[in-house]
């Protein structure tokens, strides 16, 4: 077993030892060198785009990657312990990852079974939900009676047309207020949220808090929740 700090191309070259092994990696960007996602695998999985998240191909979109290998040669149970403390570890530092989980899940190499492939084949299942079951029909002229009427003069949905004058005495009453009712913490959260910023990371207080880490981090640049004191 080797712990290190290198660049995935070390192990990645020697295919028959990362056939057996696994080993457990970090990607960070490559123009900031930031770490941003961290996980396990074997052979060249470090240097693969596919099968990441949505959050991942953002960050690489903008800054690219760079694969390193953290630590290699050991077998896949102690693979997914490291990779968890890893995530454990840097998130409780604050480093912003973007792995959807706390690591430590999955299984690498699995397969169907040849009794799982055979009842798959064939089942549309689930297909009429797609509008199968509607091609070749049309909608009756008294349902398309019905909503042409329902659209007429953009009513909202009581059916009440302002008039500009209302539309405009509307719009110069909202001028300068903010809409706390659109807000997902109250006064009260955000002043614990500053208060935990002090010594907690944003990935911590945004799990706790159920929000997403960049309504945390709007919060301690100022950007959002600015009135509250």
């Not at 900031?32 to 052979?43: A, C, E, P, S, W």
């Not at 509607?134 to 019905?146: C, D, I, Q, V, Y």
């Not at 110069?172 to 903010?178: F, W």
């Not at 960049?214 to 959002?224: F, K, M, Q």
């Amino acid at each position: 077993m080797q712990v290190g700090y290198y660049r995935a191309d070390f192990f990645v070259k020697n295919q028959q030892l990362s056939a057996m092994f696994f080993y457990v990696y970090q990607h960070q960007k490559t123009d900031t060198n930031d770490i941003f996602y961290v996980g396990k695998g074997q052979r060249n999985r470090c240097k693969q785009t596919h099968g990441r998240n949505q959050y991942w191909h953002r960050v690489v979109n903008k800054h690219g990657f760079v694969p390193q290998i953290l630590i290699d040669g050991i077998d896949e149970e102690f693979a997914f312990f490291v990779e968890k403390e890893v995530i454990d570890l840097y998130r409780r530092r604050g480093i912003d990852l973007v792995n959807a989980t706390d690591g430590g899940e999955g299984s690498s190499g699995y397969k169907h079974t040849e009794e799982h492939k055979a009842k798959l084949k064939g089942n549309t299942y689930g297909a009429s939900t797609w509008g199968v079951n509607f091609k070749g029909k049309h909608h009756s002229e008294k349902t398309k009676a019905l909503w042409a009427e329902s659209r007429k003069g953009n009513t909202n949905k009581l059916g009440y047309k302002l008039t500009e004058e209302q539309r405009a005495n509307l719009s110069n009453a909202m001028k300068g207020k903010i809409i706390k009712v659109r807000r997902v913490l109250s006064d009260d959260q955000v002043r614990q949220v500053r208060f935990w910023l002090i010594s907690e990371s944003i990935a911590e207080i945004a799990r706790r808090m159920n929000v997403g880490e960049s309504t945390i981090r709007r919060i301690r640049d100022g950007e959002a929740y600015g009135d509250v004191k």
